[in-house]
């Protein structure tokens, strides 16, 4: 088969790859620890699922609005204006198939071979497929662990040309769980406010995962106030991307949205309409039931992970033969193998062989000799997987 040349470049998610595959293997009777998964590994919610089983019941979901339930559109609007104090409306909200979509859709609408795409490295496996997708220029900025794997203001003002720009921010940030705080946000709201050809799009996918006590990580939109600027210039230019598969476990339902200008909002829409028609209406009343009902499910996970990741980093630390990076949210371990005689995916490949743990190398965030674990799993499968890992990594260095 010929396939085009947009589908020769494209290679499946590497996570997914990963976890697929320990699945099989453990369906299969194998013992391997499943530590490549980003996903919470706590039961939906009760309130979502029998939001949906009555409105199965009460419905028979024809054809909706592209944009989404206006009524859910509202419980949206109002949750982010709570999290974030900002004033999205119904009409700055997009409803998608998970954020995954929504960032596919925004680079699809806002970028193409006349854009650059900015993107941190270390970076989420899929936003350089998404941007190659959109047939946008992609250029990726290495941030060092020595820059605690952030992109400094400074950095990002030598890097504006005046053409057609899109960043993406991740805080915090997969893989590394590296958090922007309050100065370096705000350093940088500068430089974006400076520069009106830069359109940021920030997945946020994360940000009430956090391991301190506040209710949300720090955001640029908390600096993009100025006196020239009405809100609707500030959602034009910041653009914030969410989703319930993270905060409620909703991973499989497919979840997310975007909050955005208008303007943006109803071109997505227009986008939506042809390619995915609409959002189910079953689930979008679940979502809406989910965010007005259910306010101690982000918080119980929050403290899960946050105690989960504190037990195991601790333990991982204490191997001689890896540099574990302090994050400060998201789900996972992320660190730095002193040995650079092999690479990461020849490591991720042995650890799952030899010693029956799944990770995700590094270089498929763009960062070589670096793994991640994902701690969304048991205490117990949590403990034995980081002894697996110093096991495999005394083993090697004797
Ligand atoms: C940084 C980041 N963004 C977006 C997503 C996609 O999430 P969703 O399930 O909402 O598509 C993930 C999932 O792993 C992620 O880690």
């Not at 053409?163 to 705000?186: D, F, R, V």
């Not at 504190?310 to 890896?322: G, V």
């Not at 969304?376 to 990594?393: H, S």
């Amino acid at each position: 088969m010929k396939f085009s040349q947009r589908a020769q470049s494209l290679k499946g998610s590497a996570t997914m790859a990963a976890t697929i595959n320990a699945q099989e293997r453990i369906k299969n009777g194998e013992d391997i620890i499943l530590a490549s998964v980003g996903e919470p590994d706590s039961p939906v919610p009760q309130i979502t699922k029998q939001a949906l089983i009555n409105q199965i019941e009460n419905s028979d979901s024809k054809y909706g609005p592209a944009q989404g339930l206006l009524s859910t559109r509202k419980v949206v609007s109002q949750w982010m204006n709570d999290l974030y104090q900002q004033q999205w409306q119904p009409e700055n909200v997009v409803i998608s198939p998970g954020s995954k979509y929504s960032l596919y859709s925004l680079l699809q609408i806002l970028g193409d071979e006349n854009t650059e795409l900015l993107i941190p490295s270390p970076y989420w496996v899929s936003y350089v497929t998404l941007g190659k997708l959109a047939n946008i220029n992609i250029k990726i900025i290495e941030c060092s662990s020595n820059e605690n794997y952030k992109l400094s203001a400074t950095k990002l003002k030598n890097l504006i040309t005046g053409k057609n720009q899109l960043l993406l921010l991740n805080s915090p940030q997969n893989p590394t769980g590296a958090i922007y705080s309050k100065e370096e946000l705000q350093s940088l709201a500068e430089v974006i406010k400076q520069s009106p050809q830069l359109t940021v799009i920030c997945d946020d996918i994360y940000n009430q995962l956090i391991f301190s006590s506040e209710y949300r990580a720090p955001h640029v939109l908390d600096f993009m106030e100025s006196s020239s600027a009405s809100k609707e210039d500030i959602y034009n230019q910041v653009i914030v991307v969410h989703g319930a598969s993270k905060s409620f476990a909703l991973t499989g339902w497919r979840l997310g949205w975007t909050a955005a200008s208008r303007e943006i909002s109803k071109k997505l829409s227009e986008f939506q309409s042809q390619t995915l028609t609409c959002m189910p209406d079953f689930l979008q009343i679940a979502l809406e039931k989910t965010l007005q009902q259910e306010t101690q499910f982000v918080l119980e996970l929050k403290s899960l992970i946050n105690r989960r990741y504190q037990i195991a980093s601790q333990k991982l630390n204490s191997c001689p033969f890896i540099k574990v990076f302090p994050s400060a949210g998201a789900f996972y371990i992320w660190f730095e193998v002193l040995d650079k005689s092999k690479n990461s995916a020849q490591m991720a490949s042995e650890l799952l062989e030899q010693h029956g743990v799944a990770v995700v190398p590094g270089a498929s965030f763009g960062c070589e000799y670096h793994l991640r674990f994902s701690v969304t799993i048991p205490d117990d499968q949590l403990l034995k997987g980081i002894e697996r890992i110093i096991q495999y990594f005394t083993q090697k260095n004797l």
